[in-house]
């Protein structure tokens, strides 16, 4: 859906080690986001960018940074992950006219040992 | 931050019925923009359905159609002759058009579809 990738799929960790979870879009679109999805939670928000090298937290940003460096990739960083970051990520974008909806990348299943 | 509900977890409807789903928001915007969004077990994210919240006449999509109550802060989606593959979660969003690019989901509805 509007040219989102997500790498890896799916991958499984240990605790304590570094993970990078990758988001590359085709669509030039400004702004992208980087959910999670855990059962009775729906979609939340961890972190948001309104362009190159700019980004804000959500609301559950605790544990994860990320960077822009380019407009077509997104990366979200678990700097020494835990088992509460199992869960399934998602990157999204969307362009800045405000009716748009956001368009989703498949998702990245991430499991922590 | 708005917040949306979505106040049934679960939902089951038989095949060729009608089932709506409900979602509430919180907000105090007076323009902004609502979305459903459906996620079968293959677990894409796929859009549903959007309504503007300046128009007051209801979005469709072929068998999809919304219920905006504007004061009653409510987003009902009627799906109509339900068919097998509309089993999935869905997600009602909402979309400031002020302030910010955030979107705020639900925690979702399961629907299921007995044949």
């Known amino acids: 859906d509007a040219g989102i990738t997500q790498s890896p799929r799916h991958k499984v960790t240990e605790t304590g080690t570094p993970v990078t979870l990758r988001c590359h879009q085709t669509?030039?679109?400004?702004?992208m986001y980087w959910y999670r999805q855990d059962p009775g939670h729906g979609l939340r928000l961890i972190h948001y960018?309104?362009?190159?090298?700019?980004?804000d937290k959500g609301e559950v940003s605790d544990g994860y940074s990320v960077s822009r460096s380019k407009t077509e990739d997104f990366l979200l960083t678990l700097e020494s992950a835990t088992s509460s970051q199992t869960s399934v990520y998602f990157c999204?974008?969307?362009?800045?006219?405000?009716?748009?909806?956001?368009?989703f990348g498949d998702g990245t299943r991430l499991s922590i040992l | 931050a708005q917040t949306v509900t979505q106040s049934q977890p679960e939902m089951s409807v038989q095949e060729a019925e009608t089932v709506t789903l409900s979602c509430t928001y919180d907000?105090?915007?007076?323009?902004?923009?609502l979305f459903w969004y459906k996620q079968p077990p293959s677990r894409q994210m796929i859009l549903v359905i959007r309504?503007?919240?300046?128009?007051?006449q209801n979005a469709t999509e072929n068998r999809f159609s919304v219920n905006f109550q504007k004061a009653a802060k409510s987003f009902s989606l009627k799906i109509s002759d339900s068919q097998l593959g509309d089993a999935a979660m869905y997600f009602c969003?909402?979309?400031?058009?002020?302030?910010?690019?955030?979107?705020?989901f639900g925690t979702g509805t399961s629907l299921t579809v007995i044949p």
């Open positions: 999204a974008t969307t362009g800045g006219l405000r009716n748009q909806p956001q368009h």
């Open positions: 960018s309104y362009g190159v090298k700019d980004t």
């Open positions: 669509e030039n679109h400004r702004y």
């Open positions: 907000t105090s915007e007076s323009d902004y923009y």
């Open positions: 969003a909402y979309r400031s058009a002020g302030t910010g690019n955030q979107f705020y």
């Open positions: 309504q503007e919240a300046y128009k007051q």
